[in-house]
């Protein structure tokens, strides 16, 4: 469970970089992060998901 909650804020805080440094408006610097956010938790869990059916 602890590494999850690692990945939840290793994602936050990478995504809010990327939203601070991204171009454009306030609104799309604030989509981008969140969809970098979304992204990171999606990937990962599928991921993971994949390599525990791997022996």
């Known amino acids: 469970m602890i590494h999850f ?3 939840v ?7 809010i970089c990327f939203g601070v440094f ?3 408006t306030p609104k799309e610097k604030l989509w981008y992060g969140g ?3 979304l992204q990171f938790l999606g990937i990962s869990l599928l991921i993971a ?3 525990y059916f791997i022996p």
């Open 5 to 7: 909650l690692y990945l």
């Open 49 to 51: 998901w994949v390599l």
């Open 22 to 24: 991204a171009t454009g």
């Open 35 to 37: 969809k970098t956010f």
């Open 9 to 15: 804020g290793f994602a936050f805080f990478v995504s």
